[in-house]
């Protein structure tokens, strides 16, 4: 699996999705986004915690 981004960078392109008004739904973003998909899966038990910390820091 190949990783090229921080996980502040996942982060960030989470919240900046979610600014967008893009759906964060895992099945979407996989389709979407598979890079981000696989860093945040990477840094973080799932796609969820992922989310969860991308809004709480």
Do not use: C
């Not at 990783?3 to 996942?10: F, G, I, L, Y």
Request: hydrophobic share 35%.
């Amino acid at each position: 699996m190949e990783v090229n981004m921080s996980s502040e960078e996942v982060l960030s392109e989470i919240q900046g999705l979610k600014a967008k008004g893009m759906n964060l739904n895992k099945k979407q973003v996989k389709k979407s986004n598979p890079q981000l998909m696989r860093n945040a899966l990477h840094y973080f038990p799932s796609w969820d915690d992922a989310i969860e910390r991308s809004i709480t820091g």
